[in-house]
């Protein structure tokens, strides 16, 4: 029984080495024609350098070749909304003392000689205790003068008894006049009824961009004191941006901008630049370029804002399809054929993009080049 079944079973090894054989002709015939129906893959080989690539098969990977666009060129940088200087117009008091009502307060919008502070003042009471004085003194000195005239006429004075009077007289007007003109500088007037409150108004239309007063608060003399409100005419402001010192060069007084507001990114303003600073950030090595710029009414002092200068002068750049640029690392990228399936990756510089989706270069391509149509393709080729 033992000896059967030996048998049988050196039988079947055989049957089962045929069976094998048979299945795997059959499967290595269906890869043969699986490989046979699909395009062989593109191998990359690394060449040695980072930005160089080595493909097996690049005729999968359309070219495009960049043509030419003049344009002018252009400078983008960021800058801040500041009030311009000239239209700045300080509130100040001559009289010190201590602020009883307060009108206004910043940010707010005022007109030119609108209330905005009231003070009492021990200035202003000394002021009119002096008017009054001069006054008092002036009309005894006109009194006695015409009493020494008539004794005069009379004989019973002698001539320099008179000038006496007329020079005592004389130096009576002298003093009410700057008794008076001492009132108008505080701000008082002296046919108005004697007052220790003294009101101070803004001098000129805009909004206050600085307060430095508060209800019952003391308020100094001129001399050590700082201003009580500034008020600036917003209706033209400055876009103050640091340019950095290898694109001064871009930059001329004279030249327009485009100014595109972080807060109205749909609105775009025109400007001059007006002033160059001729002094360096020592710590990040930049430029205070200002430009003037017209508002609208959207321009807040403080504001972020984007400024595009615009050359004078035109120049001729590369353009390709949009897919030819590839945004890798915060940079613009093109894949440029170098031969024998070679492929250099190439750093550029974009600019706008133009109709028929095509992009500008500004910098890293030059006309007649050629380049990947698709970047973003043959970059995930690279990476598999």
Known sequence: MTRVLAVRTIASIPAL?????????????????????????????????SNVMHVAHPEQFPLAAATAHDGTPELSVTGVVSPDVARAVPVVSLASGRVIDLRARLGDRVRKGQLLLRIQSADVSAAFSDYRKAVADQVLADSQLDRAKALYERGAIAKKDEEVAEDAAAKARVDVENATERLHVLG??????????????????????????????????????????????????WIVCDVYENDLPAVRVGDTADIRLTAYPDRVLTGRIDNIGAILDPA?????????????????VGMFVTATFHGRSTE?????????????HDRDWVYVPSGNGRFERREVVGGHMLAGNMQELRSGLQPGERVVANALVFQNTVEQ
């Open 284 to 300: 990040i090595r930049t430029a205070k370029v200002r430009v003037e710029v017209a508002n609208p009414g959207l321009l807040r």
């Open 17 to 49: 080495v045929c069976a094998g054989l048979v299945a795997g002709c059959t499967a290595r015939g269906s890869i043969d024609e699986t490989a046979a129906a699909a395009p062989p893959p593109a191998v990359v080989e690394p060449d040695g350098e």
């Open 316 to 328: 001729t750049r590369a353009v390709v399809p949009a897919t030819a640029v590839l945004h890798l």
């Open 188 to 237: 008082m007037d002296a046919s108005r009824p004697p007052t220790a409150i003294i009101d101070v108004v803004a001098p000129a239309d805009g909004v206050i961009t600085e307060q430095n007063v508060t209800t019952a608060g003391g308020v100094k003399s001129l001399d050590n004191s700082p201003n009580l409100f500034t008020i600036s005419d917003l209706s033209r402001v």
